[in-house]
T-cell receptor, first 114, second 111 residues
């Protein structure tokens, strides 16, 4: 069974631009969560989607948004990029909502904002 | 609020040495505890977990015991290998039912 895939793996953007990252969960998994990983703040939860609905949200500004499609694939969008948004963005999938015990992580998208 | 504190890295050991990575937590009640590992260029993988006090999680030679008295969940391995070089994260399920992570500890094993 294929694992969680994230595209693109690397991205360079300029301050003020917006970016969209994509995540394809493991086949059959209906929940997708997003995390931000930075050297300074560590790993922080962004949001969780289940059945195309945002189920849970971390403490991030409204510039960070996401959505989930009917095939469970998810995208996250960051608008008006800031230098501090440079990070590794990780996606994790699980069968059902809230199953943090059984999350499987993708390799991440490395975003660099210049 | 809920938090996890890990020992700072990097931790550098020789092959076959004994490993301990300390992890302590602050939380309401008795949350489930986890160790995740992140190999270079890869995503996080669940290494082991413990869901209640005195539980011992184990996997791939690694062990950790849930100690409610000391609010700790230290990771141990009796004999490390070069292939164990990675970043290790301690985590708990917070009050919002999402993972609260430690800062991570980089482990370097030298042949």
């Amino acid at each position: 069974k294929a694992g969680v895939t994230q595209t693109p793996r690397y991205l360079i953007k300029t301050r003020g631009q917006q970016v969209t990252l994509s995540c394809s969960p493991i086949s059959g998994h209906r929940s997708v969560s997003w995390y931000q990983q930075t050297p300074g703040q560590g790993l922080q939860f962004l949001f969780e989607y289940f059945s195309e609905t945002q189920r849970n949200k971390g403490n991030f500004p409204g510039r960070f948004s996401g959505r989930q499609f009917s095939n469970s694939r998810s995208e996250m969008n960051v608008s008006t990029l800031e230098l501090g948004d440079s990070a590794l963005y990780l996606c994790a999938s699980s069968l059902e909502a809230g199953e943090v015990y059984e999350q499987y992580f993708g390799p991440g998208t490395r975003l660099t904002v210049t | 609020g809920d938090s996890v504190t890990q020992m700072e890295g990097p931790v550098t050991l020789s092959e076959e040495a004994f490993l301990t990575i300390n992890c302590t937590y602050t939380a309401t009640g008795y949350p489930s505890l986890f160790w995740y590992v992140q190999y270079p260029g890869e995503g996080l993988q669940l290494l082991l977990k413990a869901t209640k006090a005195d539980d011992k999680g184990s996997n791939k030679g690694f062990e950790a015991t849930y100690r409610k008295e000391t609010t700790s969940f230290h990771l141990e391995k009796g004999s490390v290998q070069v292939s164990d070089s990675a970043v290790y994260f301690c985590a708990l399920i917070g009050s919002n039912y999402q993972l609260i992570w430690g800062a991570g500890t980089k482990l370097i094993i030298k042949p």
